[in-house]
Structure formats: C-alpha cells, structure tokens
C-alpha cells in the first residue's frame, strides 16, 4: 500500500487566479496520475505523469491549463491555471504499484472551489 | 470500446439487509478489476483488485467476486458506517489506465 498525502486540502480562489496542488507519497512510483472528480461525478483522468518524461493528457485536457511536474519518484504537482467557476472539483492524485499484483491509490483530495 | 455499468446508482439498506452491487464490464482484455469505497468529500478508497474469473475477494463484511462480464460486491449485515460510494473500475490490458463506474451510493439506515 501507500501512503499519500495532498496539499492544500481544500481552497477558495478567485477566477482568473491558478493553484497548484502538491502530492507526496511515501514510497518511489513510477506512475502517478491527476484526476479530476466534479460533485456528484465519477472520476476523470487529466494527465498521466512519468518521471523524467512529459506528462501524457487526456482529451480535453491541455497542458497550458493544467501544467504538471514530476521532479522525481515521489512527489508531483498539478496546476489549474486561469481558473473558472468550471474547474470546481476534486482534484485527485494517484499511485500505481504494479508486479505480482496491480493496485492503484488515491489521495485524500484537493477541493478546489473557485469564485 | 471498453465500459463499465454499475448499478444500481443509488441503494438503501436497513441496518443487517445483505445486498449486493453490480459492476459489469466491457474490455477486449482485463488485467485486473478494482474496487473502491469513498466517502463524501474524500478520496477513493482501496478495497480489492480482482484478476480472473471465479476469484474472490474478503474484507470484513464485503466480498467481491469476478465472471468474464461482471463483478458483484457482496455487503452482508451492513451497518450504517458501510454508507459510502462504492465504485467499481477496470483496468484493460491494451491501456494504462483505469476505466471507472459512475458508482452506486449506498446508504445503510440503522
């Protein structure tokens, strides 16, 4: 298992202001994930973030407004940039371990609300 | 085109009412199929990954079992702290990622 922590919790921004949301998990990955989940909605997958390499982003999700880094094996951030009511969500980021078994983590969540 | 249907999206139990959710899936090719319990406002929980059909999982008073097109999660005697989102994904062998449910919400009244 694994040990994920985010940061902030939760916040409050203004439009037109970003955030960057942080990720620290206690052990090395090498596939960490940023979802997204809006209220009342499953979870939706913004980008796949590699160590060493680009962020992968999936339809609809651009790297201008949701900038991602991965530093090393530990650790990733996410930015929502230029934020809208819109990107009120859940931010979520996530682990893989792989091997003899495949499980995947999740962190506690970063509520974003935007004014 | 790879899918997962949960249903039903909303289920309500009286506390000691055993009952079970239902995922069923679509892919070409499954490496493992998940199973998550979250609360509001937080995130996704671990629960079980299930590999083959006729495996299964236990944990406290949930089970999970697997066939090649469904996935049942077995609540027994549920008490009212099992209220939660339980969410079901796969994950395909031909993708790195995971293909989630829109979830069933359980709530268990006392």
Known sequence: ?115 | EDQVTQSPEALRLQEGESSSLNCSYTVSGLRGLFWYRQDPGKGPEFLFTLYSAGEEKEKERLKATLTKKESFLHITAPKPEDSATYLCAVYPDSSYKLIFGSGTRLLVRP
């Open chain 1, 1 to 115: 298992s694994a040990v994920i922590s985010q940061k902030p919790s939760r916040d409050i921004c203004q439009r037109g202001t970003s955030l960057t949301i942080q990720c620290q998990v206690d052990s090395q990955v090498t596939m960490m994930f940023w979802y997204r989940q809006q209220p009342g909605q499953s979870l939706t997958l913004i980008a796949t973030a590699n160590q060493g390499s680009e962020a992968t982003y999936e339809s609809g999700f651009v790297i201008d407004k949701f900038p991602i880094s991965r530093p090393n094996l530990t650790f990733s951030t996410l930015t929502v940039s230029n934020m809208s009511p819109e990107d009120s969500s859940i931010y979520l980021c996530s682990v893989e371990f792989t091997g003899p078994l495949y499980e995947q983590y999740f962190g506690p969540g970063t509520r974003l609300t935007v004014t």
